[in-house]
């Protein structure tokens, strides 16, 4: 069964360090790749996406992600945080099966250490 | 500005009544979502509708209905046969089903008490 994997439910960070959070995805083909951003009480904001081409991928906010097929991954990048950024990290893919849909990982919350 | 709206964002139930959760969207998507959000589970899907007067079930349908009269409506209602309803709802549309990006409404958080 197609599944997305967080391993990381809950990351801290100081402020200005850099960030990576890890994504995993199982499927059979290479499927479409988001991640997204909650603050808490609110919505789901789009950081990034991936579709087709380059692997690298620039997003809002100083974020990027980078596809590696071989790894099934799709880690998300910050090089330097900022206290802002605290909040809830959802990676996201897009399937195309016998119908379309969107499956979300678990999540991972992120702290921020002034 | 366009965007999707849900109201009311908090809203509170006894048990064995039902209650119905608005969203509304202005961006003229086609695609409409519903998903739940608990600690710790991510999203998950409730309903999905990928043009008017057409809806399907999600992974979690049971206790829940929905209607798409209008392309800019999706309400969602939780009715009394939902045993677990105390969650946090988003609604989130797309332009074209599924695996375009979805934009999300602010949430509604609902407790049953």
């Known amino acids: 069964a197609q599944s997305v994997t967080q391993p990381d439910i809950h990351i801290t960070v100081s402020e200005g360090a850099s960030l990576e959070l890890r994504c995993n995805y199982s499927y059979g083909a290479t499927p479409y790749l988001f991640w997204y951003v909650q603050s808490p009480g609110q919505g789901l904001q789009l950081l990034l996406k991936?579709?087709?081409?380059?692997?690298l991928v620039q997003g809002i906010k100083g974020f990027e992600a980078e596809f590696k097929r071989s790894q099934s991954s799709f880690n998300l990048r910050k090089p330097s945080v900022h206290w802002s950024d605290a909040a809830e990290y959802f990676c996201a893919v897009g399937l195309k099966t016998s119908y379309d849909k969107v499956i979300f990982g678990p999540g991972t919350s992120l702290s921020v250490i002034p | 500005d366009g965007g999707i709206t849900q109201s009311p964002k908090y809203l509170f139930r006894k048990e064995g009544q039902n209650v119905t959760l608005s969203c509304e969207q202005n961006?003229?998507?086609?695609?409409m979502y519903w998903y739940r959000q608990d600690p710790g589970q991510g999203l998950r899907l409730i309903y999905y509708?990928?043009?008017?007067?057409?809806?399907q079930k999600g992974d979690i349908a049971e206790g829940y209905s929905v209607s798409r009269e209008k392309k800019e409506s999706f309400p969602l209602t939780v009715t009394s046969a939902q045993k677990n309803p105390t969650a946090f709802y988003l609604c989130?549309?797309?332009?074209?089903?599924?695996?375009?990006?979805?934009?999300f409404g602010p949430g509604t958080r609902l407790t049953v008490l």
């Open positions: 509708s990928q043009i008017v007067n057409d809806f």
């Open positions: 991936y579709f087709s081409g380059d692997t």
């Open positions: 989130a549309s797309s332009i074209s089903p599924s695996t375009d990006t979805q934009y």
């Open positions: 961006l003229n998507h086609d695609a």
